[in-house]
């Protein structure tokens, strides 16, 4: 693929996606909820474990809430976004390397350390989001933003791979057990992570003021676009029906992610088979946002993303109460890859062709917000409904299904609110002109 824009520049921000989707997979996705219900909350019922699981996920995605649309906004104003990012890449990399000094039995010790990860990760991912604006033309973001879906589903199943290796053979990497190997694919992750970021942080450049401003004039001036921003958002119904469409489907989307490794554990199913799942999704995914984002030149990046959404609502309520098997585990793990990278892909280059002009760091502040946001309401309904099963007399595995079940509305209000997104007067992703393929 050849691109009008400047291809070191693409392709170091395709990297990013390799380098934190590590922290996505290794981490967040597969052992820290597995070891957080083995480990450090071993002795706890299912129930419990879960409740503690997803309310920590939502004091996460508050706190991130809170703080995104603020950054943004400075942001900015301040064309800081690399320094920014820098910040909570580092961050995010100290506090998922504290992991592995964490002891068994300390849940709330771990539960913490992991909040202060995901802000790292969150924040972080709302600057390098920002950052598609400078590096690609609006005709080629579909492409773009897929490829470092796709790079970034490639990348953390290589390392995964390692780690399950390193998991269920430990003695070929001189490790005394899976809990050593567990312990070590934090760090893992975390110097994955830093090493693959390396890339943006040298080679793409943001565009900048003329002028320097002192920081009190950016924090004013950034607060004072973040207003009216606010303002222009409410006077812009289809910007608003994308933004409610994107918070609940997008809410329905992570918290499959976050919580599918813990309802595995809770339905009974061994630890090997959860990890081969969550490797599948990585390698599916991997192929199908690339494809997905060429499709969505045809047919176009909304009708895409709710074809993801039917498929959500079919794996959440079939994942709930069919599955039984490893075997259908594995099965629902390949169809969420399908869907996954693309709706993600998609959602981030539709709404980077929605947004004003040099107004990105302000606009993405409100995206990443909105995905925080919802990202509170998710794992809270779970939590919830599990808890509330719980109490009902209903334990183990029938809650968790419950659970998982309660997403499904999530998805469903998403697609009638996207479907009240017009496109028509949004700027289209063309298919290249001749002599700019393959």
């Known amino acids: 693929m050849r691109f009008e824009s400047d291809r070191k520049a693409i392709v170091s921000w395709c990297l990013y996606d390799w380098a934190n989707s590590a922290f996505a997979l290794t981490v967040m996705a597969a052992f820290f909820p597995a070891f957080f219900t083995k480990y450090w909350c071993s002795g706890a019922d299912t129930a419990i474990i879960t409740f503690r699981l997803g309310m920590g996920n939502t004091v996460a995605g508050l706190i991130v ?30 506090m998922t390397s504290g992991l592995f000094f964490v002891a068994q039995g300390q849940w709330l010790f771990a539960l913490t ?6 802000m790292g990760f969150s924040l972080a991912n709302l600057f390098y989001d920002a950052f598609i604006i400078d590096v690609a033309l609006p005709r080629e973001r579909d492409v773009v933003s897929s490829l470092g879906y796709g790079l970034g589903y490639l990348g953390c199943g290589i390392l995964f791979g390692l780690n399950i290796l390193m998991y269920n053979k430990p003695s070929l990497f001189g ?44 924090v004013k001036t950034g607060l004072g676009k973040l207003r009216a921003m606010a303002a222009d958002v409410s006077k812009d119904r289809n910007m ?61 990046a909304k009708t895409i993303i709710l074809i993801c959404i039917v498929m959500y609502i079919l794996i959440t309520v079939g994942g709930a109460w069919v599955l039984k098997t490893g075997t259908h585990f594995i099965i629902f793990a390949c169809l969420t890859g399908t869907a996954q990278g693309a709706i993600q892909a998609l959602s981030r280059s539709l709404y980077s062709r929605m947004i004003p002009q040099d107004r990105e760091g302000e606009y993405f502040g409100l995206y990443n917000t909105v995905g925080k946001f919802a990202v509170i309401l998710g794992p809270a309904i779970v939590a919830v409904a599990n808890i509330g099963a719980y109490h009902f007399g209903l334990r183990g595995a029938v809650a968790s299904r419950c659970g998982i079940s309660a997403l499904a509305v999530l998805f469903f209000v998403g697609g009638l609110l996207l479907l009240k997104v017009k496109t028509n007067g949004i700027t289209p992703c063309t298919p290249l002109r001749q002599g700019e393929g393959v």
């Open 65 to 94: 809430a809170v703080l995104s649309p603020v950054l943004g906004a400075i942001a900015g104003a301040g064309r800081a976004k690399k320094k920014f990012l820098f910040m909570f890449i580092c961050l995010g990399v100290v």
């Open 113 to 118: 350390t992991y909040i202060f990860a995901r």
């Open 175 to 218: 490790l005394k057990d899976g809990v050593e190997a567990i312990r070590i694919s934090f760090l893992s992750a975390a110097a994955w992570w830093l090493i693959f970021s390396f890339p943006v942080l040298f080679f793409v450049r943001e565009k900048r003021q003329v002028g320097r401003e002192s920081i009190g004039t950016v």
């Open 240 to 300: 608003l029906f994308f933004i409610l469409a994107y918070w609940f489907y997008i809410d329905g989307v992570d918290t499959v992610v976050i919580m599918a490794k813990n309802f595995g554990l809770s339905i009974g199913l061994p630890m090997g088979v959860l990890m081969i799942a969550l490797l599948c999704v990585q390698f599916v995914a991997f192929p199908c946002a690339v494809a997905f984002g060429f499709l969505a030149r045809r047919i176009g």
